[in-house]
């Protein structure tokens, strides 16, 4: 299959460089230019593109409203091609790269009795990578519609985190430079926002955190050693 040797002639290119371009020339199309910014990001997900910075650039565009409006149904549309194609055409490189993850079987078998509560958690508090869970989860049994419905609520607070981070920033190089807004009621406004948003974040984390080790059970030897 040529997705493996996609995803590996993509990543040799330097994404951040391209995507400061690709965000300023997408920002004069204004509204209209949404549509394909959503485009960009699925064809991102499916091709292991980091999707925090991309989540994040949607907000310096278009504000925090608009941007999770963008980025939450095309985060969930490229899951689901990614999903799909793991499923259906690419299940052996799929199981290989899950080879990594010692837990994986575990998840496996607790998605085999409750897959649309592990899948909601396991969105909610991440134990794999969101581009490498997305075909990581084509391989289990659940439900196409499960699926979907629990990625898209899972992913709701992260999205929604990354997406305010961005729209604080005041350049592109801020934004990917990871560096805070200097006026001081910019700064203000973004620290009190941010608070709120990670406050949030972090009491989902931690109940999802707990739910899944419930739904998992006690922790094997082996991922024991794998996490030290």
Do not use: C
């Not at 959503?38 to 997900?45: E, F, H, L, S």
């Not at 709701?156 to 920033?169: I, Q």
């Amino acid at each position: 299959m040529l997705l493996p040797h996609i995803i590996s002639f993509a990543a040799s290119f330097p994404l951040l460089r391209w995507l400061a371009a690709f965000i300023q020339w997408v920002r004069n199309f204004g509204v209209a230019g949404s549509l394909l910014y959503g485009a960009v990001y699925v064809i991102a997900a499916v091709l292991f593109v980091p999707a925090s910075p991309m989540t994040a650039a949607a907000g310096f565009i278009y504000g925090p409203l608009l941007g999770t409006l963008i980025v939450s149904p095309a985060s969930v549309l490229g899951a689901t091609l990614a999903f799909l194609i793991s499923r259906h055409l690419a299940r052996d490189w799929a199981a290989a790269k899950m080879e990594k993850y010692p837990q994986f079987p575990v998840i496996d078998r607790a998605i085999e009795k409750n897959g649309f509560k592990v899948v909601l958690l396991l969105r909610l508090q991440l134990v794999i990578p969101y581009n490498l869970l997305n075909y990581a989860l084509g391989l289990t049994r659940i439900r196409l519609r499960d699926f979907l419905i629990a990625t898209w609520i899972g992913m709701l607070p992260a999205t929604f985190l990354y997406v305010y981070l961005g729209s604080v920033a005041q350049n592109v190089s801020d934004l990917l430079g990871g560096r805070l807004p200097h006026s001081a009621l910019r700064t203000a406004l973004f620290w009190s926002g941010l608070a709120a948003t990670i406050l949030f974040a972090w009491y989902i984390g931690r109940v999802s955190r707990r739910a899944l080790q419930q739904e998992l059970g006690p922790p094997t030897p082996n991922s024991q050693r794998a996490t030290r």
